[in-house]
């Protein structure tokens, strides 16, 4: 591994060694090495990343959120996946190496990624599958093991620098510990155990104590900061990837991703701002990690719903026309109603053919209800609703809306009202999220942008509040879930350009101070 002082450089082109600068004297040389700086991330680095992203494109793609429980399960496995993601950032931006070893350790650590792509759909702390609970221990065991080796040989490379010894000793005992702890959670999920275990919460836990150590042992020790690092640029090309993906999700709303692409990298600093602040920067990117692909797949779910709500829409007109015309024309008696149904139901099923065979039968069911001349009205309106809830429900699951469902639901069939009411409350959840997610995301970047900025003129500082003001708004948005203000603004189409206005009002009032500088100028001249 190429940790150690310059030999035979020139058969190693690629290796990430120690360096010592001219004048150094050899007391001063075994003090403190000097580790290579990269200032853009290596393709091993960027290779890494892409099966981040898979990853969590996976999970999300059969991970739904249709209940609190799922959102709490996606934030916890999107917690577990970004600080696995992070440890090995933070070794990598510093001392990353091409190298057999290196090369092995990294292979371990796809395979820790594979690993959690595989046990990533099992992972549901309310329904826990206790063997993909324990998979997981292991994996997240095995990853911190790999991390501990790497950093012992790094260690064993600047075993002759006195000031590198004891950091570099602490991160590997750090990830040692961590390993050991992780492993260890693995007895703590049983399968005869009559309730479910709360082992899981630990490793958020250790995620995040792990790294804040691994910050507090690089603040102490210069000779293992990220100075001359590019953890900066590593956590903003995370970000373009996460927004990347975001346009792959809802490419019908892709100017909200690019006016987010705007509004970050525009707040972003390019200049250095200081170690510390550079960690605390790096790791505030977590909840805007979380926050970002929460608020893409909060997006691409109301596009999901937009268009589910047109169709019901379309339903529900055909369902009041015939009811009208059967209420108030003496002409037309129940066969005529139940004639006007079937059309109707037939036209809807044409578009979106039922999922299920069940349907066909209760639809059935329904219509020999309808047209049958010895029901009394209550009946039969009674059989509509029925009815128009069973096809609401099959567009429900035509559309990819699946309603969460408890074990004693499993095998049988729901009445067509609780379903619809399950739909209903998926509805408010997406859009709780959404705009709590939406929020939140503005208000992180605009505290990354207060961290990176230290030069703040009073007109910065009012613009600062101002972005904060609209992130608090967009999040108590999501406070009105209940009234009939936000049941209807729900099924508008204004949902989305809602938020694309916020964020354009937003990217105007950050920028016209520099159309306006242009203008006084000319003015002056």
């Not at 990298?265 to 505030?284: E, K, M, T």
């Not at 639809?363 to 009394?376: F, P, R």
């Amino acid at each position: 591994m190429s940790h150690s002082p310059h030999h035979n450089e020139e058969h190693h082109p690629q290796s990430h060694r120690l360096w010592v600068p001219g004048g150094i004297n050899d007391g001063a040389m075994h003090e403190t090495p000097q580790f290579q700086r990269h200032e853009e991330a290596t393709t091993i680095e960027l290779f890494y990343d892409l099966f981040f992203v898979a990853n969590l494109t996976t999970f999300t793609s059969l991970h739904k959120i249709n209940e609190p429980s799922a959102l709490r399960s996606y934030s916890g496995f999107f917690c577990l996946l970004w600080f696995t993601w992070c440890q090995v950032s933070l070794f990598d931006v510093r001392f990353v190496a091409d190298s057999i070893l290196e090369r092995i350790a990294k292979a371990c650590q796809f395979g820790v990624m594979i690993g959690l792509a595989v046990v990533g759909p099992k992972f549901n702390p309310a329904d826990q599958y206790y063997s993909a609970f324990q998979t997981l221990a292991i994996i997240l065991g095995f990853s911190r093991f790999v991390l501990s080796l790497q950093y012992l040989v790094v260690l064993f490379h600047v075993r002759n620098f006195k000031k590198s010894k004891t950091p570099m000793g602490l991160l590997s005992l750090l990830y040692l510990v961590a390993s050991i702890i992780y492993f260890c959670t693995f007895f703590g999920f049983k399968p005869d155990a009559s309730t479910k275990s709360y082992v899981y919460i630990s490793w958020y836990i250790i995620a995040v104590i792990e790294t804040a150590l691994n910050i507090v042992v690089t603040s102490c020790w210069k000779v293992v900061s990220f100075k001359g690092t590019h953890l900066v640029q590593r956590m903003t090309l995370l970000t373009l990837i996460i927004l990347g993906e975001g346009i792959i999700v809802i490419c019908k709303s892709i100017t909200s991703i690019y006016f987010l692409y705007m509004l970050y990298f525009d707040w972003y600093n390019h200049h250095h701002f200081g170690s510390v602040r550079s960690q605390i920067w790096a790791i505030l990117h977590f909840p805007l990690h979380l926050t970002l692909v929460l608020m893409v797949e909060g997006a691409s779910q109301f596009i999901v719903w937009r268009k589910l709500i047109e169709v019901m829409d379309r339903l529900e007109n055909f369902f009041v026309n015939a009811i009208v015309t059967w209420r108030d024309d003496p002409n037309t008696d129940f066969t005529d109603l139940q004639n006007s149904l079937n059309e109707t139901v037939t036209a809807i099923f044409d578009d979106f053919p039922p999922t299920y065979t069940q349907t066909w039968i209760d639809v059935d069911d329904y219509l020999v209800v309808v047209g049958d001349m010895s029901t009394t009205d209550e009946e039969t309106v009674t059989a509509v609703d029925n009815l128009f809830l069973t096809v609401q429900n099959s567009l429900f699951d035509t559309y990819g809306i699946k309603t969460p469902k408890s074990k004693e639901d499993a095998y049988s069939v729901s009445d067509p009202l609780t379903s619809s009411n399950k739909a209903e409350d998926v509805f408010k959840l997406v859009f709780v999220y959404f705009f709590l997610a939406s929020g939140l995301t503005l208000i992180l970047m605009n505290t990354l942008r207060f961290i990176s900025k230290r030069d703040r003129t009073k007109t910065d500082t009012l613009r600062m509040i101002f972005n904060f003001i609209v992130g608090v708004v967009l999040c108590l948005i999501a406070a009105t879930v209940n009234t009939n203000i936000s049941h209807n603004f729900m099924r508008s189409s204004a949902v989305l350009p809602t938020v694309t206005v916020t964020l354009a009002v937003l990217l105007l009032v950050n920028h016209i101070h520099r159309f306006w500088g242009k203008h006084t100028q000319k003015a002056q001249h």
